[in-house]
């Protein structure tokens, strides 16, 4: 009997080793992604951790809102600025976000003198600006964006986060509009800058090409010979593409105008 029990003593030892290692394991190994994990007492700031990667729900996106509006701390803003950017690229919470009035919030934050805040304004408005609802609270804060566009540093990351909410507006022709008088400086910028710019400034001419209400506006521009170069054999595929395929639009625009 006492080699019986002592046997099951070993065999028990050898589950608890095995659940102990388990354990170790998992602690190891940190949290899967897209697990779903309870956090009863979770505060805002919890949820800026970049190590926490669940999809927020309603009432832990409301609490990050109330952070963000509330605090004056740059590392947090831009911490959950960048927790509400992910978030918002998730058609669900894209539209929860504007209905807690998160739109306005993080559309003020595109006012911080920090570029970084600003930056991280404007990636999470690009991701909001995917919702065309939201697009129509988004639409107020255009003028500023083209200002900080033109006035910042060029090939900044502010300034191509810009670009990039731009032509995500831009994608239907119900705002292109308010984009008529910078045409000239989007040009500006598409023979300055650099890969990035360039691609970016060419995504924007084009969306805005497919508006028939833009293109005289567009075919009145004067560019520096140097546009040329845009069809260099040595400029990237990417940008090459692009402008091929601009010319194309400005050809039909310009046989178009004639014939009209």
Not at 6 to 16: I, Q
Not at 180 to 200: D, E, P, R, W
Request: with cysteine; hydrophobic share 40%; net charge neutral.
């Amino acid at each position: 009997m006492g080699g019986a029990r002592d046997v099951g003593w070993v065999a028990a030892g050898l589950v608890l080793d095995a659940g102990s290692c388990y354990c170790i394991y998992q602690l190891t190994r940190g949290p899967r992604r897209g697990s779903r994990r309870l956090h009863p007492s979770q505060s805002a700031e919890d949820l800026t951790n970049g190590s926490y990667d669940d999809i927020l729900n309603a009432e832990q996106l409301k609490k990050l809102l109330y952070l963000l509006e509330s605090t004056d701390d740059p590392i947090i803003t831009e911490k959950a600025l960048v927790t509400l950017g992910n978030n918002a690229a998730f058609s669900t919470n894209q539209a929860i976000i504007r209905e807690l009035g998160g739109i306005p919030i993080v559309g003020n934050k595109i006012n911080s003198l920090n570029q970084c805040i600003k930056e991280k304004a404007l990636n999470a408005l690009n991701n909001l600006s995917v919702n065309v609802e939201n697009q129509t609270k988004i639409k107020i804060y255009v003028s500023q964006v083209c200002e900080d566009v033109f006035a910042d540093p060029l090939n900044s990351a502010v300034q191509l986060a810009g670009l990039k909410l731009l032509t995500n507006m831009k994608v239907t022709n119900d705002y292109q509009h308010l984009l008529s008088g910078s045409v000239a400086g989007l040009f500006h910028l598409l023979l300055l800058g650099n890969g990035s710019t360039k691609v970016q400034v060419l995504k924007l001419l084009l969306n805005l090409s497919e508006n028939p209400a833009m293109t005289e506006g567009l075919l009145s521009v004067q560019v520096d010979s140097s546009f040329l170069s845009l069809y260099d054999g040595q400029v990237a595929n990417e940008i090459l593409l692009r402008a091929l395929t601009l010319f194309l639009v400005f050809c039909q625009g310009t046989i178009w105008s004639k014939a009209g």
